[in-house]
T-cell receptor, first 114, second 115 residues
Framework: AQSVTQLDSQVPVFEEAPVELRCNYS??????LFWYVQYPNQGLQLLLK??????LVKGINGFEAEFNKSQTSFHLRKPSVHISDTAEYFC????????????FGAGTRLFVKA | DAGVTQSPTHLIKTRGQQVTLRCSPI?????VSWYQQVLGQGPQFIFQ???????GRGNFPDRFSARQFPNYSSELNVNALLLGDSALYLC??????????????FGDGTRLSIL
């Protein structure tokens, strides 16, 4: 079984400051890793994914994440945030062995202040 | 191209009633998954359907059921509604089943409120 822990429920940050949203996972098998963003009253939108290869993954809207297998982490970063980045961010894992279930973390609310 | 569409967008029901939620996947996508997102939490997996067959089920009671039609659209049914069923119900589609490296494309959800 897999589990995902997002270490911060809320992250307030000033505009143009850097931000890191932390995600740890637990799994007995190899996993694929994803970050999704959810704006108010909308569904989830994929930001980036780690499947294999380079541990540094670049996504949309200037976000990137780094896969650390030894620490079972997949932290999301952005060097300079905008007001429009205010949203809920979800880390998710799925089993590399195939299958159907994606496990989501509880989410981190990023609040960008002017 | 249209994304994943869900209907209705909002729904209010009372305890004990039954509800049907609908989802149309992205054209060409054969797999549909349903998630329940309670306020303040991440989405919880309910079902996956592929080629009209149930391929996976999460830890939800038998009051929850679903089906997929030949055109790959899907319905989620919930019977004997409880207050705790109040949530945002999300539908997601992907090209194939069993390829967990494929990201899912989500609809905007149906907000279900139980009074």
């Amino acid at each position: 079984a897999q589990s995902v822990t997002q270490l911060d429920s809320q992250v307030p940050v000033f505009e143009e400051a850097p931000v890191e949203l932390r995600c740890n996972y637990s799994s007995s098998v190899s996993v694929y890793l994803f970050w999704y963003v959810q704006y108010p009253n909308q569904g989830l939108q994929l930001l980036l994914k780690y499947l294999s290869g380079s541990t540094l993954v670049k996504g949309i809207n200037g976000f990137e994440a780094e896969f650390n297998k030894s620490q079972t982490s997949f932290h999301l970063r952005k060097p300079s945030v905008h007001i429009s980045d205010t949203a809920e961010y979800f880390c998710a894992v799925s089993d590399q062995g195939g299958g159907f279930k994606t496990i989501f973390g509880a989410g981190t609310r990023l609040f960008v202040k002017a | 191209d249209a994304g994943v569409t869900q209907s209705p967008t909002h729904l209010i029901k009372t305890r004990g009633q039954q509800v049907t939620l609908r989802c149309s996947p992205i054209s060409g996508h054969k797999s549909v998954s349903w998630y329940q997102q309670v306020l303040g939490q991440g989405p919880q997996f309910i079902f996956q359907y592929y080629e009209k067959e149930e391929r996976g089920r999460g830890n939800f009671p038998d009051r929850f059921s679903a089906r997929q039609f030949p055109n790959y659209s899907s319905e989620l049914n919930v019977n004997a509604l409880l207050l705790g069923d109040s949530a945002l119900y999300l539908c997601a589609s992907s090209l194939e089943q069993g390829m967990s490296n494929q990201p899912q494309h989500f609809g905007d959800g149906t907000r279900l409120s139980i009074l």
